[in-house]
């Protein structure tokens, strides 16, 4: 079982910056494609960053340039930094992953991913 635990969120002006983290509780599973998601209040989950099992990353175009994942695997912690941030970019954020013995590709598709975390508020204020 993989359990994920996000952290950073806050509440900060446009412009800003914000470190979200993810520690990732493997219990021995082999490293697999992990992701950010968020949503905002009535609207659908999306795709906003992910990396892949061999370290390649793919970001959303809506924050391609602003956004970078990263992941430290001595720590097993995922990252999103987040700058030049944007009142649209207010929304719960989640970090993901996938069960890598499902052998799946990774995908900006939600239902891909197995583990969730609970989420961490970001707010951004004009």
């Known amino acids: 079982q993989v359990h994920l635990a996000e952290s950073g969120g806050g509440s900060v002006q446009a412009g800003g910056s914000l470190r979200l983290s993810c520690l990732i509780s493997?219990?021995?599973?082999?490293?697999?494609?992990m992701g950010w998601f968020r949503q905002a209040p009535g609207q659908e989950r999306e795709a906003v960053a992910r990396?892949?099992?061999?370290?390649?990353?793919t970001m959303a175009d809506s924050v391609a340039g602003r956004f970078t994942i990263s992941q430290d695997t001595a720590k097993n912690t995922l990252y999103l930094q987040m700058n030049s941030l944007k009142p649209e970019d207010t929304a719960m954020y989640f970090c993901?992953?996938?069960?890598?013995?499902?052998?799946?590709?990774?995908?900006?598709?939600?239902?891909?991913?197995?583990?969730w975390g609970h989420g961490t508020q970001v707010t951004v204020s004009s």
């Open positions: 993901a992953g996938q069960n890598p013995f499902h052998r799946k590709a990774c995908t900006q598709y939600a239902p891909d991913y197995d583990y």
């Open positions: 493997r219990n021995g599973y082999p490293r697999a494609c």
């Open positions: 990396v892949d099992n061999d370290g390649r990353s």
